[in-house]
């Protein structure tokens, strides 16, 4: 479509191109297609099982190698905690204190989430700072009833004149509340750095946050930097970056118009979590452990969790080593037809890729650029952890446009589930995705691999939103762990519960690995 010198400018601004836009337009109004599941990845078929002497071989292979390779922790921590609190919003809009009780509220609302925080109310990690935050705005709190008293504890949590807490950045939340201090997110990520994402005694980190957060994230880290330094004999460099502005996408109207402001600019929202591949691509590290913000545990449970970590570091590391040996052999003068088969074969066995039933009838020389260009890509380790009820995307063997299959993270938004069979698929699935990836995203010379080469354009994702009261449809760049690295050599690897402890509503803080006692 053709857009007005007012439109370039703003687009310009914003480093896109009108191309750009229009690709998306295209996008709104072709559509995208589904995913199409050939099956779902399980136990030795997609997902591998690890004894534990092996599990110990791997730990012991990464410690080996630990001092001698650059390591990374990338955590995604951009959102505020909004979403925690959703059912306490709700709580403090609907209910009246003077006028009805909570236990009719629960159960006319069936709201079993605010029944459980309720309950658990004096467990919550900041449960003393609203208490000594209610003393300052409400004097006569001890003659209020027990209802009343309930009500004005959120209301002091949340109101923005007050605590504020649910746009506060998640991360830097009170989490965990030890004997001697409160612990937030943020500083739980540097205590598990400490255990598996540093060597040589310094560990490095970097967190994709909000660029308005970044003081309060700065503020936080000088308060414990010495703290946590002596208590891990550590030195840690933490890095911040935001998402960038090239990432968003245009919004349109459900007639796929571009959707317009109060004002008659357009309107660009950010294109979720896929965008984070260009702040993942700038990053110099040779492993890049990559967890989100709200998943952490108390002190007494990280040594577990730690190791796994290092299990799944240890068999990137034997995996990259083998890969990189295979190149340069398969680059050599003198390549047997042995070797090919033995590559072909560690491609299918190990790396779950599926090598062309034409491969025999290729000449040698497009063999051997056929091996090397399924090697030669970045790798991606990623713990799957058993389905318990807990939602997430899952691993799944998909069938592409040119029949090729292959192993992908996909979210249950992606898959047709009108579509029969398709239902069935993702219903069977065994496992499911805790965001828990170690990468490997260099080649080979040791060079950093073009990311965005082995995305797949076609996983996006159109959602519905609204704005000035008006729905708007709005376009999701590829997952990070999903679309963004469909490309990927790919490793699904079996790990406990232990390893997924994420804080999604503020009920989550009463679970067992999120609590001293």
Known sequence: MKFSKQDIQQIEKKGLTTKKINAQLDIFKLGLPYVNLKSEATVEHGIKQISESERQDLIRFF?????????????????????????????????????????????????????????????????????????????????????????????????EDK????????????????????ASAFEEHLFEAALYASSNNEAHLHFTISERYKHIFDDEFKRIEAIVERKTNTK????????????????????????????GYLYFRPSGHGALLEN???????????????????????????????????????????????????????????????????????????????????????????????????????????????????????????????????????????????????KNATHFNPVDLVCGIKNYKGETFDLQKFVDNKTAFITMKTKLDKDLKALELPGLWNGSMASWNTIFVEVPLITFNPVKTVTDLLKPTHQIK
């Open 63 to 159: 410690e080996a190698k630990r001092n001698h390779v650059s390591l990374l922790k990338f955590v995604p921590a951009s959102g505020a905690a909004t979403r925690m609190f959703k059912t306490l919003f709700e709580f403090i809009v609907e209910f009246n204190p003077d006028e009805d009780t909570i236990n009719s509220f629960i159960n006319r609302k069936k709201e079993t989430d605010l029944s459980v925080f309720l309950v658990g109310i004096e467990k919550l990690p900041f449960y003393k700072i609203v208490m000594d935050k209610i003393e300052t705005y409400y004097p006569e709190y001890k003659t209020y009833s027990n209802d009343k008293q309930k009500y004005v504890f959120v209301k002091t949590m949340l109101d």
């Open 163 to 182: 605590l504020n807490y649910g746009f506060y950045p998640k991360g830097l939340l009170p989490f965990h509340e030890y004997k001697d201090h409160l």
């Open 236 to 263: 840690f460099h933490i890095s911040f970056s935001y998402q960038k502005e090239s990432t968003d996408t245009i919004a349109v109207t459900p007639k796929n118009e571009p959707f317009r402001d109060e004002n």
């Open 280 to 426: 993942l691509s700038e990053l110099n590290a040779d492993v890049i452990f990559i967890k989100n913000i709200d998943n952490v545990v108390v002190f007494k449970y990280e040594n577990e969790v730690a190791d796994y970590k290092k299990m799944l570091a240890g068999l990137l590391l034997q995996t990259q080593e083998q890969v990189f040996e295979k190149i340069k052999t398969l680059k050599g003068e003198q390549v047997s037809s042995d070797d090919l088969i033995a590559i072909g074969e560690f491609l299918m066995n190990t790396l779950n890729v599926k090598v062309s039933h034409e491969f025999e009838k290729y000449s040698k020389k497009y063999q051997i650029e056929y091996l090397i260009e399924k090697l030669d890509r970045p790798i991606r380790v990623c713990g799957m952890v058993k389905n318990e009820g807990e939602p997430g995307g899952g691993p799944f063997w998909v069938k592409e446009e040119s029949g090729n299959v292959s192993l992908q993270i996909v979210e249950s938004a992606q898959v047709d589930r009108k579509n029969k069979h398709q239902k069935e698929i993702l």
